[in-house]
């Protein structure tokens, strides 16, 4: 018999361990509000790899949730940008958790252990990306890294590359924040508490329409340059 797999708002499909994986020639379904548990090095993808590899169609709803704890090195798998995901968590000590592809989500980008690698790909975040706890790692790329709903480093570590870093509101309380040889715009505010802000050789542009506080936490900036209609508070 056919047997369809959905998993609906609310609940968590956690797979097991790297080699788990959902089979059959029934569909599969990840529904929006949603979440699932990926342990596969090859992550989930539309072919015949990963955690899910029903034969029928394979639907990762838009607002669907993910976390990525495998036991290895992960590639996040063509899966995840079916369609916009909503929350993203990467859980995965002692390993990488890489982009194969351009990647916006509407919810957070959560990294508690692990380095995500943005993997030379664009990636944007509609919420909150934090950075948490040591052992927690960002890599960013060679291209735009788009953090709409904030950055915040707490105790965890963000390495800029090449490619543009845009943040609203930056948050470092512990950790460490490298600036990106690229583009670094802030629209909103930079508060520093603790942790080491290293500035590299670039230039901090300031971008907010309105009023911006900069606390610096007594940290240098290599360069800093102001563009927005607002002013420093």
């Given at each position: ?38 342990t ?33 090195g ?13 929350n ?48 927690s ?59 080491t802000?290293?500035?590299?050789v ?32």
């Open positions: 018999n056919t047997i369809n797999f959905t998993v609906n708002a609310g609940a968590t499909l956690q797979m097991a361990a790297l080699l788990t994986t959902i089979t059959g020639d029934g569909s599969f379904t990840l529904s929006s509000g949603a979440t699932l548990g990926v596969a090095a090859l992550g989930i993808t539309t072919g015949g790899t990963g955690n899910i590899q029903v034969t029928g169609t394979r639907t990762y709803s838009s607002g669907a949730n993910y976390i990525y704890n495998g036991t290895t992960q590639v996040v798998g063509n899966g995840l940008t079916q369609n916009t995901p909503g993203l968590t990467i859980n995965n000590p002692g390993n990488t958790v890489q982009l194969n592809n351009t990647t916006s989500i509407s919810g957070s980008l959560t990294i508690t252990n692990g380095t995500f690698n943005a993997n030379g790909q664009t990636f944007t975040a509609g919420g909150l990306a934090s950075v948490n706890g040591v052992g790692t960002y890599q960013a790329s060679t291209n735009t890294q788009a953090l709409n709903g904030g950055l915040t480093i707490a105790g965890g570590t963000f390495t800029g590359s090449t490619g543009t870093v845009s943040v609203t509101n930056l948050t470092l309380s512990s950790g460490t924040l490298s600036a990106p040889s690229g583009t670094f715009n802030i629209s909103g505010d930079w508060t520093r508490s603790g942790g802000f290293t500035p590299g670039n230039t901090v542009t300031f971008t907010g329409a309105g009023t911006q506080n900069l606390n610096s936490g007594g940290s240098s900036f290599n360069n800093v340059s102001h563009t927005g209609a607002g002013g420093f508070a």
